[in-house]
């Protein structure tokens, strides 16, 4: 079905008017396109290594997986002895990582932050692992 020039809203081949925004329409235009972008900097990341990764074999996959995962250890490490918000910056939650820091004399954002950075950091690798091994 063609789109409005005027107001790239869907109309009914053959109508010579917009039913919509009533301006005459021209002839008939492809679909708008649109361009998805992923939602964060995590997404991109991940999009960009499934990008590396198609062009490897599964042995360098395992390899560049080994690579690019995050440690749990380091992670939690960091928001134990360093504020909770290290391990959060760590696990590439920079915002969430900078509102722990700042609360962190609190004790329980401190606490939340040392949980959170661990299932940050698991959830990634979870999804590191299905964009590099999970597509066999």
Request: glycine letters at 8%; charged letters at 20%.
């Amino acid at each position: 079905m063609p789109y409005c020039t005027s107001c790239g809203k869907e109309v009914q081949d053959g109508v010579n008017f917009c039913p919509h925004c009533g301006k005459p329409l021209q002839a008939q235009q492809p679909a708008p396109s649109r361009t998805v972008m992923p939602m964060d900097s995590e997404d991109l990341e991940l999009h960009l290594i499934r990008q590396q990764a198609e062009k490897l074999s599964e042995a360098e996959k395992i390899m560049f997986y080994e690579q690019k995962k995050k440690s749990e250890a380091i992670g939690i490490l960091l928001a134990l002895f360093l504020l909770g918000g290290a391990g959060q910056i760590y696990a590439g939650k920079t915002l969430r990582g900078i509102l722990c820091i700042i609360f962190s004399w609190l004790i329980i954002p401190w606490i939340y932050a040392i949980y959170d950075t661990y299932k940050s950091i698991r959830d990634y690798n979870t999804r590191l692992y299905m964009v590099i091994l999970g597509s066999k």
